[in-house]
C-alpha cells in the first residue's frame, strides 16, 4: 500500500473479530519500533493481551471505574466498562517509561505516540482493524498492575486489534489551510 494512501483511508475500527496470529502481531510491533526516536532510548513497551486475559482486564477495570461512580450506577458502570476489552480479540497496550530528566520524558513520549502511529499504518497494511483508545483506564494504578505496567509509566494506547472490522465510519474532512502559518525568508508571517 502506497504511504499517502495508507495515511487517508486509515479508519479507527471501534469492534472487530477474528483472531489475530502472534507473529502478525510481533511484526506490527516491530513495524512500532522504527518510529523516530531522539538518542534511541526505545521507551515503548507492548504488553498484549489476548483471550480470557481480556476478561481479566474487563473484571480489573470494571470494579475500579464502579468504584468512582454514583451507587446507584455502580453495577452499570462494571458492566459496560467490564465489556470494553472485549471489543477486539486483541488489544496492545502501549506504554513508556518515564525518565527522570522532563526533555527526555517528554521525547519519550512523543517517540511512543510515533510508535503507536506506525502500529496502525502496518494494520491497516495488513487488512486488519484497529482503533487507538484512550480515558481513564490508561491512568489506573490498579489496571497498570494487573498488566506488569510500572505506575510510574505512562500508558499511551490501548490498540483494539482483530481481523474483521464489524464497522467502518466513513472519512471525515480535514481542514488544512488554517492549521498552517508559512513564514517567508525574513521569517515573518507571509
Known amino acids: ?95 513508556t517509561r518515564t525518565d527522570a530528566n522532563p526533555v527526555t520524558a517528554e521525547e519519550d513520549l512523543t517517540a511512543t505516540a510515533a510508535a503507536v502511529q506506525n502500529l496502525l499504518l502496518a494494520a491497516h497494511a495488513k487488512g486488519l482493524s484497529a482503533a487507538w483508545k484512550t480515558g481513564k483506564i490508561v491512568y489506573n494504578a490498579e489496571v497498570k498492575r494487573f498488566l506488569g505496567i510500572d505506575e510510574s509509566d505512562r500508558v499511551i494506547a490501548f490498540v483494539y486489534l482483530g481481523a474483521v472490522a464489524k464497522e467502518e465510519p466513513p472519512a471525515r474532512g480535514r481542514e488544512v489551510a488554517s492549521t498552517i502559518t508559512w513564514l517567508d525568508e525574513a521569517g515573518v508571517p507571509a
Do not use: C, Y
Open 1 to 95: 500500500m502506497e504511504t499517502f494512501e495508507a495515511i487517508r483511508t486509515r479508519r479507527t475500527i471501534g469492534k472487530s473479530t477474528g483472531d489475530v496470529p502472534r507473529e502478525t502481531i510481533t511484526e506490527l510491533i516491530e513495524a512500532a519500533t522504527w518510529a523516530p526516536n531522539h538518542k534511541l532510548t526505545q521507551p515503548w513497551r507492548f504488553t498484549v493481551v489476548t483471550g480470557a486475559a481480556r476478561e481479566k482486564l474487563g473484571e480489573v477495570w470494571g470494579r475500579e471505574a464502579a468504584a468512582k461512580a454514583e451507587p446507584a450506577a455502580r453495577a452499570a458502570v462494571m458492566e459496560g466498562e467490564g465489556k470494553k476489552p472485549m471489543r477486539a480479540p486483541a488489544i496492545i497496550v502501549v506504554s
